[in-house]
């Protein structure tokens, strides 16, 4: 019998999970959280570390060979050190990486370290700190610039800064974090805004890849940068002379379906084919009732057979999605 894998319908195949650890986040971002109260899971209701450890292995068998961690916010979970510690020791996985928004960094950069992770993303979308208060309703843009400085001391790489440009907010300061790479080797990633949730935000915030490349023109050309194996949906690019790369993930404006080659699964258990598509299969209810490890195989395979072949969310009908970001995972 062929080993089963992770190919849909459309022949992709499926290698890389993202795994959101908590729904719970330190920030409320604009772009982000709902409007109205966030509704939170029970404690219970969320996926125990040992099962999201077990749901890994079984996807590792089924191919996946990169995992990325989020949240929610990551670092407010608490033994997210030894749960990665773990992680890192799964024979089989290429690539394993952390999304946070950098508040507790500082405070938990060793333990990352020495958990094994190397590849970081933050999540900073102003260099300025009035603008970060009113983006993220904390004013702690400098734990966060502390906390990704004493990362790049500390060797990890890449660094991987990730900005949702926003119409009206923050497409002025889109410049200056571009301008970034020119004294330091991060990679700024510019995301589209995906109008998802009750979101607080408006379409009209939503600003297109090329919108934000006119923004930025004023530094130089950009140079396309070769893709690499493990890379992710963003176009690359390098300003002449810069240390750092610049990304664009245009999930709107030109998406990347065909290439997509993720699911993801939600702290509660859920598993998704799609970031924007509210189609889920439940993981942790069947897991708790003691299903065999061929059962949840099987239930991978069902979720990869549902991938639709592109998602369908447009600032024409940009209310398609009713999944939270923060719930979901980014
Ligand atoms: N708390 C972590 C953080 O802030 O990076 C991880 C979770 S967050 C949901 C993951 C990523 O999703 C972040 O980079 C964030 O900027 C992005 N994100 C959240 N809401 C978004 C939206 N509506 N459109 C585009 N990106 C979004």
Known sequence: ????????????????????????????????????????????????????????????????????????????????????????????????????????????????????????????????????????????????????????????????????????????DLADLAELTFSYPFHIRFIEYMPIGNACLTCNRHLPADEIKTRIRCLGNLTPVKKEAYDGPADRYQLEGAKGEIGFISAISQHFCHRCNRLRLTASGHLRPCLLSDFQVDLKGPLRKGCLDSELVNLFLKTAHCKPYQHGLSMEHPTGVSGQMHAIGG
């Not at 191919?63 to 020791?89: M, W, Y």
């Open 1 to 172: 019998m062929p080993k089963p894998e992770l190919i849909d319908r459309y022949n992709r195949r499926l290698t890389y999970l993202r795994i959101s650890i908590t729904d719970r986040c330190n920030l409320r971002c604009l772009y982000c959280v709902p409007r109205d109260a966030i509704p939170k899971l029970r404690h219970t209701e969320v996926l125990r570390y040992e099962e999201i450890l077990r749901l890994i292995r079984i996807g590792v068998c089924l191919g996946i060979s990169k995992i990325r961690i989020t949240g929610g916010e990551p670092l407010v979970r608490k033994g997210f050190d030894a749960f990665l510690s773990e992680l890192n020791q799964i024979e089989g996985l290429a690539d394993l990486s952390l999304t946070t928004n950098g508040v507790l960094l500082e405070d938990h950069i060793e333990k990352i370290r020495f958990a094994g992770i190397r590849r970081i993303n933050v999540s900073l979308d102003t260099l300025n700190r009035k603008k970060y208060e009113q983006i993220t309703g904390h004013d702690s843009f400098e734990k966060v610039w502390k906390g990704i400085r004493l990362a790049q001391d500390m060797g990890f790489d890449p660094i991987k800064i990730n900005v949702v440009a926003l119409n009206g907010i923050n497409d002025d």
